[in-house]
């Protein structure tokens, strides 16, 4: 089956009219709320919220958000109500990452407050890998790009990094270099642009 044609035909580089005409599409598709919170993301203040940030990236890591969002709610109930991951999501490795965040949850936040590399120490989590570690960074309020597919496929075409490309448009544009990639990312997965 073919893919639909963007609804915006990239350039490059992307310029900040570009980027701007992108943001809009998103927003029109009903991300608003999406780079609102990415805009205005506070680090954790407790080990509970941290090591929900944290299970919320193992359960997202390698599937679609959508059916992430529901394993993610299922297990954090299962682990307030002081039963085992395991008992809600079967997927052995996640689950015994999750399970082990949860039991460590306050060594690992004092661990956290005190990381001088902030996305050093997500990629030394369970289950957290080389990619998703700017995820979880992301998510903990560092403003880091994460360098997916579509990021990264984005900024090759220019010479750059995901993260010199967020943070360039991030500058022209007044928002945070988690937002901008953010706006991308999302645009590529709903077919707004393509990042090929």
């Not at 990619?131 to 998510?139: C, E, G, Q, S, V």
């Not at 880091?144 to 360039?168: F, M, S, W, Y």
Request: aromatic share 8%; hydrophobic share 40%; charged share 25%.
């Amino acid at each position: 089956m073919a893919r639909k044609p963007p609804l915006i035909d990239l350039e490059h580089p992307i310029t900040k009219e570009l980027f701007t005409k992108i943001d809009k599409a998103v927003r029109k598709a009903g991300y608003t709320a999406a780079i609102n919170w990415s805009e205005n993301i506070q680090p954790p203040s407790n080990a509970k919220e941290f090591a929900g940030e944290v299970i919320y990236v193992i359960c997202n890591s390698g599937m679609s958000n959508r059916i992430a969002v529901p394993i993610f709610e299922k297990c954090m109930f299962a682990l307030h109500n002081g039963h085992s991951s395991k008992t809600v999501y079967g997927h052995p490795g996640k689950s015994t990452a999750i399970d082990y965040i949860w039991k460590k949850r306050n060594k690992l936040f004092r661990q956290y407050r005190n990381a001088d590399d902030l996305i050093e120490f997500c990629g030394e989590l369970p289950w957290i890998g080389s990619i998703t570690k700017f995820h979880l960074a992301k998510n903990l309020g560092a403003d880091v790009a994460k360098p997916d597919v579509h990021l990264n496929r984005l900024a090759k075409r220019e010479g750059i990094t995901a993260q010199e490309l967020c943070a360039r448009l991030a500058a022209e544009c007044g928002l945070r270099a988690a937002s901008v990639d953010l706006v991308l990312w999302r645009a590529c997965a709903d077919g707004i642009i393509h990042s090929r």
